[in-house]
Nanobody, 124 residues
């Protein structure tokens, strides 16, 4: 049974930083692609970043240069380092894993396992 649990969310002022973590259990994280998504109230879920089994990454234009996705295979943990945060980054952030494909994609339909989410709030 694949389980994902996010942590590291919270409240921060604009220009601040947060690092989100996603602990995976039930399967080796390195095998498949992983992604971070976010959803603000009244908005669609957005693919923020993804990383595939070879370490290739992809980012949404809105976070390029500010966010970094990474993976620690030994700890079976996925990370999202978020710098220069803006109020528009406020959302529930979700970790997702795909056992359907090893390719990096920011489409939510490619992922079949999801964590419960962690809230990020950025104040101006």
């Amino acid at each position: 049974q694949v389980q994902l649990v996010e942590s590291g969310g919270g409240s921060v002022q604009a220009a601040g930083s947060l690092r989100l973590s996603c602990a995976a259990s039930g399967y080796p994280l390195r095998t498949y692609s992983m992604g971070w998504f976010r959803q603000a109230p009244g908005k669609e879920r957005e693919g923020v970043a993804c990383i595939d089994s070879d370490g290739h990454t992809s980012y949404a234009d809105s976070v390029k240069g500010r966010f970094t996705i990474s993976r620690d295979n030994a700890k079976n943990t996925l990370y999202l380092q978020m710098n220069s945060l803006k109020p528009e980054d406020s959302a529930m952030y979700y970790c997702a894993a795909s056992t359907l494909s090893s390719f990096c994609t920011r489409s939510q339909y490619n992922y079949n396992y999801w964590g419960p989410g962690t809230q990020v709030t950025v104040s101006s």
